[in-house]
């Protein structure tokens, strides 16, 4: 990977019964510091009862954040969650703080609690999010890579190569494994 000095974070949560009122959730992240390959890597997993998909994969990055032991990280933040990755790269936060916590529909913003100690991180570090495809088996024919690699283009602008997409969504595969593990340890 290009950078040595950018931790990167690859995060997943999801949730066994979403929308039931008994489900268990699991979350997975992977920290990753360094060059590919050779880059120091530590890998945090957890689960809760009755929870959402949603909340699952903001516990993921809160807990990853927690896990920074030094302010001033240069951060990327790798996630197929569209609703946590679009809050923070179209800055959805800002609107809702002006408005006291609710959305432009004037509705209370769902996970409030956890949005607001997430936030924070944004001022200790330089933070850059990205989003991915989920649940993608690299190593299946009927997967059209380079299709998926145009659509991570798509959304976050060409600034990767292919090789560095497959190791991204490789890295992104293993938060998704360790959220299962969280699962299935409450099971």
């Keep these: 990977m290009r950078n040595d000095r950018v931790l990167r974070i690859y995060?997943?949560?999801?949730?066994?019964?979403?929308?039931k009122e008994e489900?268990?959730?699991?979350?997975?992240?992977?920290?990753?510091?360094?060059?590919?390959?050779?880059?120091a890597t530590k890998e945090l997993y957890g689960s809760?009862?009755?929870?959402?998909?949603?909340?699952?994969?903001?516990?993921?990055?809160?807990?990853?954040?927690?896990a920074i032991k030094k302010d001033g990280q240069t951060i990327q933040v790798f996630s197929d969650s569209s609703?946590?990755?679009?809050?923070?790269?179209?800055?959805?936060?800002?609107?809702?703080?002006?408005n006291g916590w609710k959305t432009a529909q004037k509705?209370?913003?769902?996970?409030?609690?956890?949005?607001q100690e997430l936030l924070p991180f944004l001022d200790r570090h330089a933070?850059?999010?990205?989003?991915?495809?989920g649940h993608v088996n690299l190593n299946s024919g009927a997967v059209d890579l380079q299709k998926l690699y145009d659509k991570f283009v798509e959304w976050n602008g060409s600034g990767f190569t292919f090789d560095e997409f497959r190791y991204i969504t490789e890295k992104n595969?293993?938060?998704?494994?360790l959220a299962n593990v969280g699962i299935d340890e409450i099971r």
């Design 11 to 19: 995060t997943d949560g999801g949730c066994s019964g979403n929308q």
């Design 23 to 39: 489900n268990l959730g699991g979350w997975g992240a992977v920290l990753e510091f360094g060059p590919g390959g050779g880059a």
């Design 48 to 66: 809760l009862p009755n929870t959402t998909n949603n909340r699952m994969e903001m516990t993921a990055l809160l807990e990853a954040f927690r």
């Design 83 to 98: 609703y946590l990755m679009d809050c923070f790269r179209k800055k959805w936060y800002v609107n809702w703080q002006k």
């Design 107 to 115: 509705k209370p913003v769902e996970n409030r609690d956890l949005w």
């Design 127 to 133: 933070i850059e999010f990205y989003r991915v495809k």
């Design 173 to 177: 595969n293993r938060a998704d494994e």
